[in-house]
């Protein structure tokens, strides 16, 4: 039997699964990201340490399968979408990564929005223009640092890069570049009228070629052997960006499902043969599957405010539990907010700590607290709002399309019985948890079988690699009491505007 491996190189982990040909993870490893802020709005990672983190989890989920690299028929990489990856003719790191939080083009965005460009542009990029895309930290660059675009060779994203220190060859797959704002989505190719609005045509000296996900870019040098256990002339894919390896082992394979992906940021999503244009969508992109496009509605108001909440207010309750032997701090919280009941007047949260989704700065606020009120009504505040930010997104896709009879949750908030319960009751409708321990992994996956012929097409490894887990029915009567309370978090959202700072 072939297994397969994928890598998941996300904005706060960097995560590997050996996986089989039926979607069953074998082994699974993962490693914290060290984010790096050296200033104010600035997120970075160490390129190199990205590298040995990757090569660190696919020989620890190698050892958790009880595998060696020679039982690998194939991989393919996952990873966050947009920040900025840039290498040299030698293939070093020109500088830092730029992570996709990062904040430091806001005021080139800002200016191209007072310009008109953001208009101009959308009938090729068809999204809209946001701080950490490339062609905002590329413009960034040009005027700030102007040697780093000058010693860089290649352009790359998250997962192109992984791809690159495996197999030596720099490739931009396309469902990544098509949320950059740097390709003509409609067509799916690179087009020099962007670069040139956007004040950056030196910048295509940088594009690597476009590839396809499910398309061998390569084999694994003897060097990424070496450093990962993997066996020399493994085949790699060209893999995808995360929210399509979660579309996919979500089963997301036509027109009917909406996927919801909540984690650092909450995005909610699904798929259509034709692109949707409109200024009122967030972003459509090429979709994994040949043909098909993605529209997503999204935002970074997802699952990072409960890891900022845990971190900041929760570490003597993770001190107390370790003491104890009593599990981790994140069932203690499932625990928590289960047994706390939801009041209309329970604190309300503005889960906008690393932005917001209002089409304005916004900042995150806890409203409506009570000297009875305790760190668990805060706690269940901070799921809840998490949700309430999905909510607004999905009723902007609701415009372009009919609610569904089901939604399918992933992220780390499908981990969690009693937030994927919240999702259910707030949407009043079944909310599917895909099975998998790593979801974008097994989509990277499924991406690796078809690139290595195990399967013919990417619908049919999906519907040979997945399967829903468990499902959540919604309550009518808490449904009811969260639509009450999601009226007055949008009217906190309206009303708090004038106070909201840049």
């Not at 997962?159 to 490739?171: M, Q, S, V």
């Not at 989509?443 to 499902?471: D, K, N, Q, W």
């Amino acid at each position: 039997m072939g297994f397969l491996i994928g890598i998941d190189s996300g904005g706060t982990a960097t995560k590997a699964a050996v996986i089989d040909p039926q979607g069953r993870t074998l082994g699974t490893a993962a490693r914290n990201v060290q984010v790096l802020e050296p200033h104010p709005a600035w997120s970075e990672r160490d390129m190199d340490a990205m590298w040995r983190d990757t090569c660190a989890v696919v020989r620890e989920a190698l050892a958790a399968a009880h595998l060696s690299g020679d039982a690998v028929d194939g991989i393919a990489c996952t990873g966050h979408g947009n920040g900025l990856y840039l290498i040299d003719a030698a293939g070093q790191p020109v500088r830092h990564a730029i992570n996709s939080t990062d904040q430091r083009a806001a005021d080139i965005i800002r200016t191209w929005q007072a310009e008109g460009l953001d208009a101009h542009v959308l009938p090729l990029t068809a999204q809209s223009l946001w701080a950490a895309q490339p062609n905002a930290l590329l413009a960034w660059l040009q005027t700030h640092e102007p040697q780093s675009l000058a010693h860089a060779s290649r352009l790359l994203m998250a997962k192109d890069y992984i791809r690159f220190r495996l197999t030596g060859i720099a490739a931009m797959e396309e469902t990544d570049m098509s949320a950059t704002s740097l390709m003509n989505v409609p067509e799916g190719t690179y087009d020099d009228r962007l670069l040139a609005w956007f004040g950056i045509p030196d910048v295509k000296r940088l594009l690597p070629p476009l590839v396809k996900s499910a398309e061998i870019c390569g084999t694994v040098t003897p060097a990424a052997a070496a450093a990962t256990g993997l066996r020399a002339g493994t085949p790699v894919a060209g893999g995808m960006f995360d929210i399509d390896a979660c579309g996919l082992a979500s089963g997301c394979v036509d027109e009917r499902q909406l996927v919801m992906v909540a984690g650092t940021w909450g995005n909610n999503q699904y798929i259509a043969r034709q692109p949707l244009i409109d200024r009122d969508l967030f972003m459509t992109s090429r979709y994994c599957m040949p043909g098909w496009f993605l529209m997503l509605e999204g935002s970074p108001t997802g699952a990072g405010n409960l890891d900022w909440f845990a971190r900041e207010f929760l570490g003597d309750t993770q001190t107390l539990l370790a003491q104890a032997g009593e599990g981790s701090l994140f069932a203690w919280a499932d625990r928590t907010v289960e047994q706390t009941p939801l009041n209309l007047d329970t604190p309300l949260f503005l889960p906008f700590l690393y932005g917001s989704n209002l089409g304005h700065p916004a900042q995150a606020c806890l409203l409506g607290m009570k000297g009875r009120h305790t760190r668990a009504d805060v706690l269940r505040a901070v799921y809840e709002g998490c949700i309430f930010a999905h909510n607004r997104h999905v009723r902007r896709l609701y415009a372009f399309r009919a609610p569904p009879a089901t939604i399918r949750l992933t992220g780390g908030a499908a981990r969690s019985a009693v937030w994927a319960q919240m999702f259910a009751d707030v949407f009043q409708v079944p909310v599917e948890i895909p099975a998998g321990q790593e979801l974008g992994a097994l989509g990277a996956a499924i991406a690796a079988a078809v690139a290595c012929g195990i399967y013919p097409s990417l619908e049919e490894a999906v519907r040979g690699m997945t399967r829903i887990e468990r499902t959540h029915v919604p309550d009518p009567e808490r449904g009811a009491l969260h639509a009450a309370r999601y009226t007055r978090y949008s009217e906190a959202c309206r009303q708090l505007r004038p106070f909201f700072t840049a």
